[in-house]
């Protein structure tokens, strides 16, 4: 199994930029697809982003599309959000989420997902 923890998240006005950082630990990295979600107050996980354990094949949200970059460096065992143009309605708390790259599952649905992070807060001020 694999553990992950995020950090990188913060405050920051509007139109701005940050980058979470998802740090894995347990199984090589490299087993895994990894997908960042986020949730907001009162409402229900969303999917963000997701990326093939080798990085050829990313998929994102049609909300965050041409502002988010979703990345990985296997050799650092650790995933990334670049988030640019940033908007009030982006503030959530962030997960990162993995799942074997040798089970078939919704990649945009969190129950396609097994291993999960705490979470780490976003907040965008307008």
């Known amino acids: 199994q694999v553990q992950l923890v995020e950090s990188g998240g913060g405050l920051v006005q509007a139109g701005g930029s940050l980058r979470l950082s998802c740090a894995a630990s347990?199984?090589?990295?490299?087993?895994?697809?990894m997908a960042w979600f986020r949730q907001g107050l009162g409402k229900e996980r969303e999917f963000v982003a997701a990326?093939?354990?080798?990085?050829?094949?990313?998929t994102y949200a049609d909300s965050v599309k041409g502002r988010f970059t979703i990345s990985r460096d296997n050799a650092k065992n650790t995933g990334f959000l670049q988030m640019n143009s940033l908007k009030p309605e982006d503030t959530a708390v962030y997960y990162c989420?993995?799942?074997?790259?040798?089970?078939?599952?919704?990649?945009?649905?969190?129950?396609?997902?097994?291993?999960w992070g705490q979470g780490t807060q976003v907040t965008v001020s307008s």
């Open positions: 990326i093939t354990w080798s990085g050829g094949s990313t």
């Open positions: 989420a993995a799942i074997s790259k040798y089970v078939v599952a919704a990649s945009e649905m969190p129950r396609g997902y097994t291993y």
């Open positions: 347990g199984r090589a990295f490299s087993n895994y697809n």
